[in-house]
């Protein structure tokens, strides 16, 4: 997270002399070609690789890193070309350049480098990730991720993402009076100040750099995490837009995990709200997540599964372009499936397959789709029909290869290559 991010409005801090030198050299000493502008160090001079190559031609965004987190860590390349995904299909934004830097103190990037010189604060070494907003062309718009783990690493994309959005907004729609309408819904019923003082950050900064970055098995679900998420959204209006608003986009990969959130934060839902008229988040997360309240009891019963089958097809019904489709199909077919095996009834597998076939098509969720796979798989295999169980279990082996290669189209298209030719879909 970046805690440095200076306020929209207010002075940046003076550069200092070394920041001035790290851009000078850069600028001067290489051609002006983002490429080049990577490449300040020797480390970082090599030819873009295939799967940088690919992100590029996918997103519009430049890699940039040591091998060792690009091409050494492929599958963050797949995570965050899903993430981009989801967030251009919200809103437009623009990004010159994502850093996949290292926690390694000694192989920093110059982004890191700069960010830290002009911010002024050690701790941004240690941070998850950064974004910086700058005038200058080498250094403008750069999105630095510094995290690993799957989880922790797309919701520090998602972050950042929604500081880069904001910027955006607030910028182009003064119209839209983002800061007074967001603050007032933070002040409702509030005694004390909505941010934290300057006191009040220093020491939550200092605990915060030792509990998450440093202890990687810290759950990104756990109540301690999701705690620190709420402190961190006091620390200033741009910190509450981006850990608010990321808190939001958890909804893809663990609903309840948000549904706990609100409870525990009954402003949720009208930052919420506010949010998706903003387009800051999924179109009609609110409404998602009711449905999604019915997910923990798939397979509880045949009553339950009648019941989300009923509740996520006027979801449907409402909405025939949403994000969550893919998602929504695989526990459609889930349904379906449990009701298949309960009945004995041909029929419901039929379906639970149309349920399937129509989240892969959609594929708008890289991780729903993957599922998907599996329990297409299982259903098969369950139903006597080895050969389809055989060519959808190869299918989530080719998914898997994918993950981990770095390929960016399996965010938006799976392996629908592979099951086109194999008639499946
Ligand atoms: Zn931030």
């Known amino acids: 997270m970046d805690a440095y991010t200076p306020a929209m409005g207010k002075q940046r801090p003076a550069r200092s002399i070394l920041a001035n030198l790290l851009l000078a050299a850069t600028a001067t000493a290489l051609p002006f070609t983002p490429m080049a502008s990577v490449s300040v160090i020797g480390f970082y001079q090599q030819k873009a690789s295939m799967q940088r190559k690919a992100f590029e031609e996918k997103t519009g965004i430049l890699i940039s890193g040591l091998p060792s987190e690009v091409e050494g860590k492929a599958y963050k390349l797949t995570e965050l070309a899903d993430v981009i995904a989801k967030e251009q299909r919200e809103m437009r934004f623009d990004l010159a350049r994502i850093e996949m830097d290292t926690p390694n103190p000694l192989l920093k990037s110059p982004s890191s480098l700069y960010k830290w010189l002009t911010s002024g604060n050690l701790r941004i070494l240690n941070t998850n990730g950064y974004l910086i907003y700058e005038t200058n062309p080498v250094f403008r718009n750069v999105m630095g991720l510094l995290i690993d783990p ?17 910027e955006i907004l607030l910028r ?40 998450f970055q440093r202890n990687p098995n810290l759950r990104r679900d756990s109540d301690a995490e999701q705690d620190r998420i709420f402190e961190y959204s006091r620390a200033n209006f741009q910190e509450s837009v981006a850990c608010l608003t990321s808190l ?3 909804t893809h990969t663990d609903p309840r995990y948000v549904l706990r959130s609100m409870e525990k934060e009954p402003k949720l839902e ?12 999924p179109p009609r997360t609110l ?13 509880k019963s045949w009553q339950d599964d009648q019941a989300y089958l009923i509740e996520s097809l006027q979801f449907l019904n409402n909405d025939r372009d949403t994000p969550y489709e893919t998602r929504i199909r695989l526990n459609r077919g889930t349904c379906l499936k449990n009701l298949g095996f309960a009945s004995g009834n041909i029929q419901w597998f039929w379906n639970a397959e149309d349920e399937y076939k129509q989240g892969l098509k959609t594929a708008n969720d890289l991780h729903s789709y993957g599922k998907i796979l599996e329990a297409m798989s299982d259903m098969y295999a369950r139903t006597g029909m080895p050969r389809l169980a055989k060519t959808l279990s190869d299918a989530k082996k080719e998914y898997d290869k994918r993950y981990d290669a770095g390929n960016p189209d399996l965010a938006t298209r799976g392996v629908n290559d592979t099951l086109k030719a194999k008639n499946i879909i």
């Open 150 to 166: 799957p989880g922790a690493f797309r919701n520090a994309s998602h972050h950042e993402i929604k500081h880069r959005k904001l």
């Open 270 to 281: 009208e930052i919420f709200a506010l949010a998706d008229e903003l387009k800051l988040i």
């Open 248 to 250: 939001a986009e958890m």
């Open 172 to 211: 182009e729609h003064p119209e839209l009076k983002v800061r007074a309408r967001w603050e007032a819904i933070l002040r409702e019923g509030h005694r004390s100040p909505i941010y934290m003082s300057p006191e009040e950050q220093e020491r939550f900064n200092s605990r915060a750099s030792t509990a």
């Open 287 to 299: 409404a998602y997540l009711e449905l999604a309240r019915h997910e923990e009891k798939i397979g």
